[in-house]
């Protein structure tokens, strides 16, 4: 079998504005069959959002452009006002404890970097001055002062940048619009 070339012709834009893009706003609409669908099997409570619903939301907020306002709507039959209310609480909470969870997830991020950086420093700094310990403790300490800057490099510019982007989706989820649409999407 011979692999040959394919044009790749997927118009990315086009396809977002069609299908996601609403009168200026990303919209991610789902349809609940029964109010209960909101809810973890689990939970006794009743008090945690359905894995498949924030599953479906994370998913699609990945494609949305950055610059869109966010609505996330809910096709549903048979949901009381109260219900409602409870369902945007649980997913504000939900969001609210992603974006705390990724807050702390870059401030460690940003203590480890900082930390790297301070010991490959060091360590290059005892490399340059370790010249009568002799060559192989010179340049095992200079390889281990490289490495560790180049950790902190690499957990800046790669780490950092998906966790603050992560951030800004939750941050955008948990300000969405919410709305509730009495009629099942066909």
Request: hydrophobic share 40%; with cysteine; net charge positive.
């Given at each position: 079998?011979?692999?040959?070339?394919?044009?790749?012709?997927?118009k990315a834009k086009k396809y977002l504005n069609?299908?996601?893009?609403?009168?200026?706003?990303?919209?991610?609409?789902?349809?609940?069959?029964?109010?209960?669908?909101?809810?973890?099997k689990l939970d006794a409570d009743r008090i945690?959002?359905?894995?498949?619903?924030?599953?479906?939301?994370?998913?699609?907020?990945?494609?949305?452009?950055?610059?869109?306002?966010?609505?996330?709507?809910?096709?549903?039959?048979?949901?009381?006002?109260?219900?409602?209310?409870?369902?945007?609480?649980?997913?504000?909470?939900?969001?609210?404890?992603?974006?705390?969870?990724?807050?702390?997830?870059?401030?460690?991020?940003?203590?480890?970097?900082?930390?790297?950086?301070?010991?490959?420093?060091?360590?290059?700094?005892?490399?340059?001055?370790?010249?009568?310990?002799?060559?192989?403790?010179?340049?095992?300490?200079?390889?281990?002062?490289?490495?560790?800057?180049?950790?902190?490099?690499?957990?800046?510019?790669?780490?950092?940048?998906?966790?603050?982007?992560?951030?800004?989706?939750?941050?955008?989820?948990?300000?969405?619009?919410?709305?509730?649409?009495?009629?099942?999407?066909?």
């Amino acid at each position: 079998m011979k692999f040959r070339r394919q044009k790749f012709d997927f118009k990315a834009k086009k396809y977002l504005n069609t299908n996601y893009i609403k009168n200026g706003k990303a919209v991610i609409s789902m349809n609940i069959d029964n109010p209960d669908m909101f809810y973890e099997k689990l939970d006794a409570d009743r008090i945690t959002l359905s894995r498949h619903i924030t599953d479906f939301i994370d998913k699609r907020i990945d494609y949305i452009p950055y610059r869109y306002e966010t609505v996330i709507k809910f096709y549903c039959k048979n949901i009381s006002m109260e219900e409602e209310k409870k369902i945007v609480s649980m997913l504000r909470a939900h969001y609210g404890l992603e974006t705390n969870e990724l807050n702390n997830e870059i401030r460690l991020n940003n203590l480890k970097s900082l930390s790297l950086f301070i010991m490959g420093l060091c360590l290059l700094g005892l490399a340059s001055i370790a010249g009568s310990l002799g060559f192989l403790i010179k340049e095992v300490l200079s390889i281990a002062g490289w490495v560790a800057v180049w950790e902190t490099v690499t957990s800046v510019l790669f780490g950092a940048v998906r966790l603050k982007l992560d951030k800004y989706d939750a941050t955008n989820l948990y300000h969405a619009e919410v709305v509730f649409v009495e009629d099942v999407k066909k």
